[in-house]
Nanobody
């Protein structure tokens, strides 16, 4: 059974930093591309970042480029999202997701088969 468990969310002031973690089990972790998505109240789920199975390819939404960094530790079956210079508009529930790596990155949530339960990030102004 595939399981993705996010942690690290919380309340932070604007300009602050948080690091989200997502632990995976039930699949060969290094064979999966991992993604982070977020969903704010009343809004659709949106792509944040993705990383290839080996960790050598990353891709970011324009809204977070230069502020967020996605990384992974395949020995620990964990993917991370380092978030710096946080803004109130970053407030959302953040989800990690997994898809089989096919050599291409994807920002489409429909392409990700496995999802975590989400972790709340709140940025106060």
């Amino acid at each position: 059974q595939v399981q993705l468990v996010e942690s690290g969310g919380g309340l932070v002031q604007a300009g602050g930093s948080l690091t989200l973690s997502c632990g995976a089990s039930g699949r060969t972790f290094s064979s999966d591309a991992m993604g982070w998505f977020r969903q704010a109240p009343g809004k659709e789920r949106e792509f944040v970042a993705t990383i290839s199975g080996s960790g050598t390819i990353t891709y970011y939404a324009d809204s977070v480029k230069g502020r967020f960094t996605i990384s992974r530790d395949n020995a620990k079956n964990t993917v991370y999202l380092q978030m710096n210079s946080l803004k109130p508009e970053d407030t959302a529930v953040y989800y990690c997701a997994a898809r089989s790596w096919d050599g291409s990155t994807s920002r489409r949530y429909e392409d990700y088969r496995y999802w975590g339960q989400g972790t709340q990030v709140t940025v106060s102004s």
